[in-house]
Nanobody, 126 residues
Framework: QIQLVESGGGLVQAGGSLTLSCAASGRTGSPHVLAWVRQAPGKEREFVGG??????????VYTDSVKGRFTIARDIAKNTLYLRMDSLKPEDTAVYYC?????????????????WGQGTQVTVSS
């Protein structure tokens, strides 16, 4: 199993920036993918982006709506995943979750992610 704990959420004005962290523990040495997923009020969960945790180039995959604004980074030594969010918009307001799935392929299918953190709230004011 993998345990995930998010932090760093908060209130920010439109155009501002925020960085979220996801601390991973447990079987972090096995091949898996870590991803960020968000859920806005009244909407379904949405894949934001993900990265292969061990090996590979470490190039993240993003959903189109955040490309160029959000950046995913990994620190394997610290077992921590980051989500740097720039040029935030009110429509980015959501609970942001860190999620994990076994394997090496980053996919956007939410149902394939087995382990989830508790989420952290991000609110962007206009």
């Amino acid at each position: 199993q993998i345990q995930l704990v998010e932090s760093g959420g908060g209130l920010v004005q439109a155009g501002g920036s925020l960085t979220l962290s996801c601390a991973a523990s447990g079987r972090t040495g096995s091949p898996h993918v870590l991803a960020w997923v968000r859920q806005a009020p009244g909407k379904e969960r949405e894949f934001v982006g993900g990265i292969r945790w061990i090996g590979g180039s470490g190039n993240p995959v993003y959903t189109d709506s955040v490309k160029g604004r959000f950046t995913i980074a990994r620190d394997i030594a610290k077992n921590t995943l980051y989500l740097r969010m720039d040029s935030l918009k009110p429509e980015d307001t959501a609970v942001y979750y860190c999620a994990s799935k076994r394997g090496n392929v980053v996919i956007a299918t939410i149902a394939q992610y087995e382990y989830w953190g508790q989420g952290t709230q991000v609110t962007v004011s206009s």
